[in-house]
T-cell receptor, first 114, second 114 residues
């Protein structure tokens, strides 16, 4: 079936530490993998995405890695700050061609302690 | 550019009623996807519309339907409401220029079914 598993469900780190969130997906045909950050009461906002023809992508303190063979991808946040505290969702595209069908993981609540 | 907008923002209905939610995409965006967000199930894909046609569908009952107009605005309808339909309904739009594009989310419509 169409499935994205995300771990851990909660993550607590000290300010300045790194945080890693991992996701696996079920369909080897998935080719687009975005990560969204959702603060309480707000809409999900894209923080980084990666396509299947790339193994790694970095944007300042945020990086995403993709292992197509193993069907998993990870979000890495370095030098965490209290404002990084939020729920993070990974997602994978499902369906043929250009598809607006994203299947989301269950989310990770990240708490960064000052 | 204005972001994705959704109306109404809040809605209270009773079981058995029906409801229509509206989504206006970012200007120039042609794809609109709808998601249901609940604490227990996370973000679940409902359907996607592109060029006034449903391009993808999730695993929701037929009570959930949608449509897209020629200006790319989209509506979703839920008939015979059940208590379990209480959720935040999010729409997301993307440009879709022949490749997988970023989905930008609206603020959501919070539906409470009593």
């Amino acid at each position: 079936g169409e499935n994205v598993e995300q771990h851990p469900s909660t993550l607590s780190v000290q300010e300045g530490d790194s945080a890693v969130i991992k996701c696996t997906y079920s369909d080897s045909a998935s080719n687009y993998f975005p990560w969204y950050k959702q603060e309480l009461g707000k809409r999900p906002q894209l923080i980084i995405d990666i396509r299947s023809n790339v193994g790694e992508k970095k944007d300042q303190r945020i990086a995403v890695t993709l292992n197509k063979t193993a069907k998993h991808f990870s979000l890495h946040i370095t030098e965490t700050q209290p404002e990084d505290s939020a729920v993070y969702f990974c997602a994978a595209s499902f369906g043929s061609g250009n598809t607006g069908k994203l299947i989301f993981g269950q989310g990770t609540t990240l708490q960064v302690k000052p | 550019k204005a972001g994705v907008t959704q109306t109404p923002r809040y809605l209270i209905k009773t079981r058995g009623q029906q409801v229509t939610l509206s989504c206006s995409p970012i200007s120039g965006h042609r794809s609109v996807s709808w998601y249901q967000q609940t604490p227990g199930q996370g973000l679940q894909f409902l359907f996607e519309y592109f060029s006034e046609t449903q391009r993808n569908k999730g695993n929701f009952p037929g009570r959930f339907s949608g449509r897209q107009f020629s200006n790319s605005r989209s509506e979703m309808n839920v008939s015979t409401l059940e208590l379990g339909d209480s959720a935040l309904y999010l729409c997301a739009s993307s440009m879709d220029r022949g490749i997988q594009e970023t989905q930008y989310f609206g603020p959501g419509t919070r539906l409470l079914v009593l």
